[in-house]
């Protein structure tokens, strides 16, 4: 694959984290797919029991991806009750989080992910955010909501224009 950038993306096909078959795929990407920008991307919630599956991601990444690999941890809020109001499983809380990407990330290649839904009344603090996960391990990324006929009957409803103050907040604790 002679492109520059050749993303392979682990996401909206369940969680991927509960599939030990994607650690055994990715494994095999360099393989198959011989690509100078082969970037596997893996998007989760981080479902509690996933330790395992993290831990050998963490070594696939050193050992096959040790600066081309995206990884994003799905967070939606800051506020743990509406953390499980919008993914009601058992997963890991924002500390877990922050610790193993702190790990993940080691100050070399591509920062961790942080998405957060821009659903009305869904809380995102940056004190929270910054007290937690240090701006040089971490991205943050505000996706707009999608009004589907999911989200409806979840009833979420897309924020106000009101989130790009929470972005300047953000920015102004150092986060990209």
């Given amino acids: ?11 909206r096909v369940g969680e991927p984290s509960l ?8 494994r095999g990407l360099p393989e198959r797919y011989r690509a100078a920008g082969l970037i596997p991307s893996l998007s989760t919630v981080a479902p509690e029991g996933s330790d395992d ?16 690999f995206q990884l994003q941890f799905s967070i939606h809020s ?15 809380g924002l500390a877990q989080i922050a610790d193993f990407g702190k790990r993940f990330h080691s100050g070399r290649g591509r920062k961790v992910t942080l998405n957060f839904v821009l659903a009305e009344g869904y809380r995102i603090a940056p004190w929270k955010i910054r007290e937690l996960f240090p701006p040089e391990n971490f991205f943050i990324k505000m996706t707009p909501l999608n009004p589907t006929g999911k989200a409806a009957s ?13 972005a300047r907040e953000l920015r102004r604790y150092g986060f990209d």
């Fill in 19 to 26: 599939n030990m078959e994607v650690l055994k795929v990715l």
């Fill in 78 to 92: 800051t506020d743990d009750a509406q953390r499980d109001r919008i993914m009601p499983i058992k997963k890991w």
């Fill in 154 to 166: 979840s009833k979420l409803v897309p924020a106000p224009v009101k989130e790009p103050d929470t």
């Fill in 1 to 11: 694959v002679t492109s520059k950038k050749f993303k392979v993306q682990f996401a």
């Fill in 53 to 68: 599956f993290f831990e050998e991601l963490l070594r696939i990444k050193e050992e096959l991806y040790p600066g081309n």
